[in-house]
C-alpha cells in the first residue's frame, strides 16, 4: 500500500513539474523559441548535442537489457559464466571509434558557428559617403543595470535597447564595475562583459517585438554578480529599419516639456535632487552615473523588473535598496536635505518622469 502511494507522489510530482516547465517556452524568453539566425544556429547545435546523448543513451540502455534477459540465471543456469570478452581488440577499436566519430560530429559545427559568431569584421563598413552601414552599441553592464550607446549615432539610453529587425546589430560589450554578462534568450549569447577588455559580437532579430507579451524580448544578466544579479534584468525592443530610424532621429532631437503644475513641479524637484546623476535628452555618449531617463516613460519596466506605473516608481525613489539591494542609487535622505520624498513631492516627481517620451 505505501509502496503504491510512493509511485503516486512521484508521478504527482513529475505532473507538477511538468506543469511548471511548460511555461519556459514563451517567445519572448525562451532559447527553444529562437528570433533570429543566431538564435537558430544555437538552437540547432543543442538539438545536435541532444540527438548524440539520447543515441548513446538508447545504445547503452539496450545493450544492458539484452545482457540481463539473455545472461540471466534461470535462464543459463546457476554455475554457467558467459564467454569473457575482456582484451578483444575488435572492441576496443569499436568502443575508442565510435566517442571519435560522435565528437568530430558535435565539433565540427560547434568551431564553424563559433567562428562564424565572432566575424564583426563588417562592423566597420562604411558606405560612399562614408556612414557606418550596420548598428553598433555599446553596452556597458552596472551595478545593477545596463547602459546602450550607438556611438555612429551620436544617442544613448538605458535598461530598454531598441534594435533593427532583418539586419546584424554589432555589440561591443564591457563592465564598468564587476563582470556581469549579457545575454537575450531568444536572440542568442550570452557573452561576458568584463571590466579590462572589449568583447564583440553580433546578434540578429527577426521580427518586429510589437506583437510579444509585453511588446519587448526580454535580457538578463547571466553571470553572478551581487545581491542583485536576479534582478539585473533589460528589455529589447524591435523595429523595422524605418521606425528604428524615426526612433533614433527623435532621440537625437529629445526635447522634454513638463506639462501641466503636477509635472512641472516635478520637474523643479528633479532638476535640484537627480539632474546629477540621471540625463534627459538622448543625444549624447556613455558614462552617466544613472541610467539615461530620455524615454523613461515608453519603458516597459521600472528599475528592469518592477510594474511600470507611478506607484512601483514611487516605491523605487523612496527606497531603491529595499527593491535592489546593493544599487548604487542613493537613498533620497541623501538627496532631498536628510528627509524622505513627501507624497506629494513623489507624485510630481512620477508625473514628470512617467511623461518622459521619445514615441508619444
Not at 122 to 146: F, I, S
Request: charged share 20%; hydrophobic share 40%.
Amino acid at each position: 500500500m505505501m509502496k503504491g502511494l510512493k509511485k503516486w507522489r512521484l508521478f504527482s510530482l513529475l505532473a507538477a513539474l511538468t506543469i511548471f516547465l511548460s511555461g519556459c517556452g514563451e517567445e519572448y524568453l525562451s532559447t527553444l523559441t529562437p528570433a533570429g539566425q543566431v538564435g537558430r544556429d544555437q538552437f540547432n547545435l543543442l538539438l545536435l548535442s541532444s540527438a548524440i546523448m539520447a543515441l548513446v543513451i538508447i545504445v547503452v540502455v539496450i545493450i544492458y537489457v539484452v545482457a540481463l534477459v539473455k545472461f540471466r540465471r534461470s535462464k543459463v543456469g546457476e554455475n554457467v559464466i558467459p564467454k569473457q570478452v575482456e582484451g578483444s581488440h575488435t572492441l576496443e577499436v569499436i568502443w575508442t571509434a565510435i566517442p571519435i566519430v560522435l565528437l568530430l560530429i558535435l565539433a565540427v559545427p560547434t568551431v564553424m558557428y563559433t567562428y562564424k559568431h565572432a566575424d564583426v569584421s563588417a562592423m566597420d563598413n562604411v558606405d560612399e559617403e562614408g556612414n557606418k552601414t550596420a548598428v553598433t552599441v555599446n553596452v556597458t553592464a552596472k551595478l545593477y543595470w545596463w547602459e546602450f550607446e550607438y556611438p555612429d549615432l551620436g544617442i544613448v539610453t538605458a535598461q530598454e535597447l531598441v534594435v533593427p529587425t532583418g539586419e546584424k546589430v554589432y555589440f561591443n560589450l564591457k563592465a564598468a564595475d564587476v563582470k556581469h554578462s549579457f545575454w537575450i534568450p531568444t536572440a542568442g549569447g550570452k557573452m561576458d562583459t568584463n571590466v579590462e577588455n572589449v568583447n564583440q559580437f553580433y546578434l540578429e532579430f527577426d521580427k518586429e517585438s510589437a506583437g510579444l507579451k509585453d511588446g519587448v524580448f526580454y535580457g538578463k544578466c547571466a553571470e553572478l554578480c551581487g545581491p542583485s544579479h536576479a534582478l539585473m534584468d533589460f528589455k529589447v525592443k524591435t523595429l523595422d529599419r524605418d521606425d528604428f530610424n524615426s526612433w533614433a532621429e527623435a532621440m537625437k532631437t529629445t526635447v522634454h516639456t513638463a506639462e501641466g503644475d503636477l509635472a512641472t513641479q516635478g520637474e523643479e524637484i528633479f532638476n535640484t535632487s537627480c539632474i546629477a546623476c540621471h540625463a534627459t535628452s538622448g543625444a549624447g555618449s556613455t558614462g552617466g552615473v544613472g541610467p539615461n531617463l530620455a524615454a523613461f516613460g515608453d519603458r516597459n519596466r521600472v528599475a528592469g523588473f518592477m510594474t511600470h506605473d507611478e506607484e512601483s516608481l514611487k516605491k523605487w525613489i523612496n527606497n531603491p535598496q529595499e527593491y535592489k539591494p546593493g544599487n548604487l542609487m542613493p537613498q533620497p535622505e541623501k538627496i532631498n536635505n536628510g528627509e524622505k520624498f513627501s507624497e506629494e513631492q513623489l507624485d510630481a516627481l512620477a508625473e514628470y518622469l512617467m511623461g518622459l517620451s521619445v514615441e508619444k
